[in-house]
């Protein structure tokens, strides 16, 4: 078990491997659920996309060609929004 220490301006500092478990890196943002039993759940945020987007990005509607890793980036995103 990790134990970490709540600064006087009630903010906490997640170790790296910490964050390293949950798939985040920097800038990336994380989802907090508070359970009823005074528990949370962490969960990295991932953004729901819409395919139209991403399709959009391969078709050159965006006016740039796609890098690679631009096609690769946007597909581990996912498009689990609406169509």
Same mark, same amino acid.
């Given at each position: 078990? &990790?134990?970490?220490?709540? *600064? ?5 500092? #997640? /170790?790296? +491997?910490?964050?390293?478990?949950? %798939? &985040?890196? $920097?800038?990336?943002? &994380?989802? #907090?659920?508070?359970? $009823? +039993?005074? /528990? ?11 395919? +139209?987007?991403?399709?959009? #990005?391969?078709? %050159?509607? *965006? ?7 631009? &096609?690769? +980036? ?7 929004? $609406?169509?």
């Amino acid at each position: 078990m &990790i134990t970490l220490t709540v *600064t006087a301006r009630g903010r906490v500092t #997640l /170790r790296r +491997d910490v964050l390293q478990h949950l %798939g &985040i890196r $920097p800038g990336e943002k &994380i989802e #907090l659920e508070k359970l $009823p +039993d005074g /528990r949370v759940a962490l969960k990295a945020a991932r953004p729901a996309g819409v395919i +139209d987007g991403f399709l959009g #990005l391969l078709a %050159g509607k *965006t006016g740039k060609a796609a890098t690679l890793d631009e &096609i690769n +980036d946007a597909t581990e995103a996912g498009w689990a929004g $609406p169509a």
